[in-house]
């Protein structure tokens, strides 16, 4: 705690979208509780403060820092490292901290080819001369520098130890509050390491749609097919991620009549959420037949990023080299 | 490492009722078979989690087999039509990941097809030897 009494908050945007940061506006009000209840340290997006006074900080003089996207620069990996020391309390906030989320899938594709598409083959790129950015760069000003690319996406533990986790994309606003509320009365928290701000059990146990346990013969997409909106959605078809993953967001997109997409993670004591989809998948199938079931299984638009969408990063798959 | 010094690593998911009955009587009829799979006794082909399937790649193996009961003879009755759907799901998401699916088999083994055991674990041990070891990223946590 500082001078004026006050614990210390921080708060980091690394590999991400940024609606981690519009999820803590999103408390709304209750926002002005936090910011007279801390002194706010660091945030980038709300004041001014530069690395270099971060690296000036004694150890551990941050009480919290909420740290939300992945690690894909080395620059992503210093302030972690950074923050990590400078910080009581680390928390891997929203997806992409938490498992990689939506740029973890980049981890399909090497990073050249990352940036063959992305500056040469992707169809609104116009690069006759095919540049590719440069980490250096001398101008009659000076040198500049930009950050380097690493060769894969990895969630925030993959690079310092970290103390909670606050799944969602991005983490929802009463969830959001309650942890601060938990943190600002004092309260005990959960044993390190704990998930914490979302619920115990699946999406589905959650779900207030009728579940009949129906067999499918095809898959449907929203967009092509209009869901029932009573039914539950995989009955109907739909890739709903609901069976495999953990509760806590309240159900918004099965009630917003839009299968879960998964972004809560993996459900308490399953390791794999992609796996898990498949399995809760493979037992709807309704086919016996090698053949029809190839046929089913075919008909799968790019199953690896409808089951993996928000965990590929932290899966099992990670750690196979292709 | 040359394809004729590298000895596979396979994990091998046995149902309790057939397969793993299939291989003791490979065993008792003094079959020969290549040493490589590791066997796991699970009560049936449908408690294969892909999860797991997953794990022993990552943990170290280079091939994983699945084996069970011939559809229509499992001894939960449908837990066999389950494994049937997942494999090749698994297989699928494995090859849009890059990995090649070849190194997850299923196949059905009955108590009494012995030699069939031996036949498949020999056939499928030499298709891993070519392929070689499947390489792992650097261990994270
Ligand atoms: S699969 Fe989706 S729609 Fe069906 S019960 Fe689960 S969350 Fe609800
Ligand atoms: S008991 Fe053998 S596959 Fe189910």
Redesign the pocket.
């Known amino acids: 705690m500082g001078e004026n009494g006050k614990p210390k908050f921080a708060m980091y945007w690394a590999a991400g979208c940024g609606g981690c940061e519009i999820g803590v506006l999103d408390i709304q009000e209750a926002l002005l509780d936090v910011a007279d209840f801390f002194e706010i340290v660091f945030w980038p997006v709300a004041i001014d403060v530069k690395y270099k006074d971060v690296e000036a900080f004694e150890d551990d003089y941050i009480d919290l820092c909420l740290f939300n996207g992945g690690i894909r620069s080395d620059e992503n990996k210093h302030l972690a490292e950074l923050l990590r020391a400078k910080s009581k309390t680390l928390v891997a906030f929203g997806s992409c901290a938490h498992e990689g989320c939506i740029p973890g899938l980049g981890n399909q594709y090497s990073k050249e080819g990352i940036m063959d598409y992305a500056f040469g083959e992707s169809p609104s790129t116009e690069n006759p001369e095919n540049h590719r950015p440069q980490t250096h760069y001398t101008m009659p000003e000076g040198d500049v520098e930009i950050p380097a690319m690493l060769d894969v996406l990895t969630p925030l533990d993959a690079v310092v130890d970290v103390d909670y986790y606050i799944p969602g994309c991005p983490p929802q606003a009463p969830q959001i509050l309650e942890v601060m509320q938990a943190i600002m009365s004092g309260a005990e928290l959960p044993p390190k390491g704990s998930v914490i701000g979302a619920g115990t059990k ?3 146990d959650e ?3 009728e ?1 009949k346990e129906k067999k499918i013969k095809e898959f449907k997409r929203p967009g092509t097919a209009q869901p029932e909106p009573e039914e ?4 109907q078809g ?1 890739i ?4 495999a ?1 953990r509760s806590g967001c309240g ?1 918004l997109c ?1 009630k917003a009549n839009s ?2 997409r998964g972004c809560y993670g993996a459900p308490p004591n399953v390791e794999d959420q992609g796996a898990k989809m498949l399995s809760a998948l493979s037992s709807v199938i309704d086919s016996s037949d090698p053949e029809e079931i190839e046929k089913i299984i075919g008909s799968l638009d790019d199953p690896l990023g409808t089951f993996y969408r928000f965990s590929l990063a932290k899966s099992s798959l990670r750690r196979l080299a292709k | 490492m040359s394809s004729a010094d590298f000895e596979p690593t396979i994990i091998g998911f046995l149902c309790r009722w057939c397969s793993y009955t299939g291989a003791d009587l490979a065993g008792t009829s003094r079959l020969k078979y290549p040493a490589n799979m590791i066997p796991i006794k699970v009560m049936c082909s449908g408690r294969v989690d892909p999860s797991m399937v997953l794990r022993a790649l990552a943990d170290g193996a280079d091939g994983v087999m699945v084996l069970g009961c011939h559809p229509g003879d499992c001894h939960y009755h449908e837990g066999n039509h389950k494994t049937m759907r997942r494999v090749p799901m698994l297989k699928t998401v494995l090859e849009q990941y890059g990995v090649d699916p070849a190194r997850v088999r299923l196949e059905w083994v009955s108590a009494s097809e012995g030699d069939r055991f031996a036949e498949v674990v020999s056939e499928f041990t030499e298709e891993i030897r070519a392929l070689g070891p499947q390489k792992r990223t650097e261990s994270v946590a």
């Open positions: 699946t999406v589905c779900c207030p749609r579940r539950c959605l995989l009955d739909f709903c991620l609901g069976p993953t159900g099965v299968p879960c």
